[in-house]
């Protein structure tokens, strides 16, 4: 029996456009081959009034069906098990668990392991590892007046090493992102966009803040410690290039950034530039693609987390409802994002 909580137009979208992002969600069965499959499923697609959907492998073996011996549906639900186990392992662990360990905890050869977890987190193991390290880092900061103390606790072998892994990741020293930005300087600008006044703030390795109906207060309540400086004729071309991203959202120049986020946001992040213009993702298909399906609500706080506006596009994710959900600088630009994109 077809499960009627799926909603079929919505299912065979997503199966007719092979969507890897929603394998393990639902199958699709195959009445005239007595075949069913994950979303994803190379296979060429069957007419729509031969396909039925349902909600997991079991109920569509009980309705008749098996497996497809091609797209392996039944392999997606221990695939998430397996990298369940590994993010569980990393969890608890203060050491810098290599690819061997992290796969043979989860079950599988190392190669295969690398690319589900890749698959389901949108980082590598190596990546998310350094990640929930640097987050064990930052909890220490503010529990200890000690860098180096904090450095030792998260895991780290010694301060040079926690340097070379956080320099890429955090745009700043320890020290400075312990203290409010100390030793840093952030330039800024407001400039007009078709979505009003855009405050763009950088580091010198790149855009730490992009939002609107700002002023530099916002930049000395985030950073108080930082030098906050108004930038100058060298910060214009990465502002009209940030204006051209906001005014041209479906065309996005490569700008750099300096971003902070733990490793889910950091996975969630690159879900969201992994959105082409023009297309949206739901907050659940978002948690699922990151391996965690189940943390729908934590998928949207890490997306409303997201401090650089446009460029990291959180304005493309919406509720499963279709409607536009929230956006921290208004529905009507949200939905006006959204709209330029469109007309590409």
């Known amino acids: 029996m077809i499960d009627r909580g799926i909603d079929r137009d919505w299912a065979f979208a997503a199966f007719d456009a092979r969507d890897r992002s929603l394998d393990g969600q639902f199958v699709g069965a195959v009445k005239t081959t007595g075949i069913y499959c994950k979303p994803s499923c190379p296979a060429r697609r069957p007419l729509r009034e031969?396909?039925?959907?349902?909600?997991?492998?079991?109920?569509?073996?009980?309705?008749g069906y098996r497996a497809c011996k091609r797209c392996l549906p039944d392999d997606v639900g221990r695939d998430s098990e397996g990298v369940t186990r590994a993010l569980a392992l990393i969890a608890v662990s203060d050491d810098a668990l290599s690819l061997e360990v992290l796969a043979g905890a989860a079950g599988y050869a190392p190669h295969?392991?690398?690319?589900?977890?890749?698959r389901a987190t949108g980082v590598t193991p190596a990546a998310y590892v350094r990640g929930a390290r640097a987050k064990r880092a930052e909890a220490a900061l503010n529990e200890t007046t000690?860098?180096?103390?904090?450095?030792?606790?998260?895991?780290?072998?010694?301060?040079?090493?926690?340097?070379a892994q956080s320099k890429a990741r955090l745009g700043m020293s320890p020290?400075?992102?312990?203290?409010?930005?100390?030793?840093v300087t952030i330039r800024w600008a407001i400039a007009e966009t078709t979505l009003g006044k855009m405050l763009l703030a950088a580091t010198d390795k790149g855009i730490c803040r992009l939002s609107f109906d700002e002023d530099a207060g916002e930049l000395k309540r985030r950073?108080?410690?930082?030098e906050i400086a108004p930038g100058g004729a060298d910060f214009s071309d990465l502002v009209k290039r940030a204006v051209a991203a906001v005014d041209h959202p479906a065309q996005m120049p490569s700008l750099p950034?300096?971003?902070?986020?733990?490793?889910?946001?950091?996975?969630?992040?690159a879900q969201l530039q992994a959105i082409p213009?023009?297309?949206?993702?739901?907050?659940?298909?978002?948690?699922q693609a990151v391996g965690r399906?189940?943390?729908?609500?934590?998928?949207?706080?890490?997306?409303?987390?997201?401090?650089?506006?446009?460029l990291i596009p959180c304005h493309r994710v919406i509720r499963t409802d279709g409607t536009m959900g929230g956006y921290a600088y208004g529905i009507e630009r949200k939905e006006k994002l959204l709209e330029l994109e469109s007309a590409k």
């Open 112 to 118: 295969h392991f690398h690319r589900i977890f890749k």
């Open 146 to 163: 000690s860098v180096t103390e904090a450095i030792y606790a998260a895991g780290y072998s010694g301060p040079s090493r926690f340097y």
């Open 223 to 226: 950073f108080p410690r930082a």
């Open 277 to 287: 213009p023009g297309e949206t993702r739901t907050y659940a298909q978002i948690a």
């Open 257 to 269: 950034l300096d971003v902070q986020g733990t490793a889910f946001q950091q996975a969630v992040w």
């Open 50 to 63: 031969n396909v039925e959907f349902f909600a997991d492998s079991v109920a569509a073996r009980a309705a």
């Open 175 to 183: 020290s400075a992102w312990k203290n409010g930005g100390a030793g």
């Open 293 to 310: 399906p189940k943390a729908v609500r934590a998928a949207g706080t890490a997306n409303g987390a997201n401090s650089v506006a446009v």
